[in-house]
């Protein structure tokens, strides 16, 4: 009965201790990032490639690409899916960027972190301004194996107001692929 017991404490403490290595880690690069966008004396392109490169290390991007197109995925070439996972990477990044720039003295506050599997993890935060409060969740998941250049655990969706990147973005995928080829996605994207 005590072997249990501890072994239960030490299951229960690396959890713990995981969970604040991720909370830690959001908050350092979100202080990082707030500091670069309220330096208005670099330009702002510059700024933004500073916001993308502080944010990357907590993102798996391939992988969010990868779930936008659901099935489609595995229908796709190689070459194909490296084309789309390039173009996707990049309009995340801008469209993170483009958002992060209307920042305007709001708080980001972090009500809650769980585990809900040993490898997925949701931290649900809260964008509060004078006038506003949007909830934003934030869906971690911990690889098999550590990526280079990335945070152990890294973020693959986020729900924001209670719509999720990942599905919205494969519903618009899913209507363009419904009349037009995986080509022709990645021509429009390229746009």
Do not use: H
Request: hydrophobic share 40%.
């Amino acid at each position: 009965m005590l072997k249990i017991l501890i072994s239960m404490f030490i299951v229960f403490n690396l959890y713990a201790n995981q969970l604040d290595t991720i909370q830690s880690d959001f908050t350092t690069t979100i202080d990082k990032v707030v500091k670069i966008v309220k330096n208005k004396s670099v330009p702002k392109d510059i700024r933004n490639d500073k916001i993308v490169s502080s944010i990357s290390p907590l993102f798996d991007f391939k992988l969010m690409a990868k779930l936008s197109l659901g099935r489609v995925w595995r229908t796709m070439s190689k070459s194909q899916q490296k084309e789309f996972v390039k173009l996707y990477v990049n309009r995340m990044k801008k469209s993170y960027s483009s958002k992060v720039d209307k920042y305007t003295d709001e708080k980001i506050i972090i009500n809650n972190i769980k585990q809900i599997k040993s490898t997925r993890v949701i931290l649900n935060t809260s964008l509060v301004g004078k006038d506003s409060n949007l909830e934003v969740v934030y869906k971690y998941y911990k690889p098999k194996k550590q990526k280079p250049n990335k945070k152990r655990w890294l973020i693959y969706d986020v729900v924001i107001s209670g719509v999720s990147i990942i599905k919205a973005d494969r519903k618009q995928f899913s209507e363009v692929l419904q009349d037009s080829s995986i080509d022709e996605l990645i021509k429009k994207l390229k746009k």
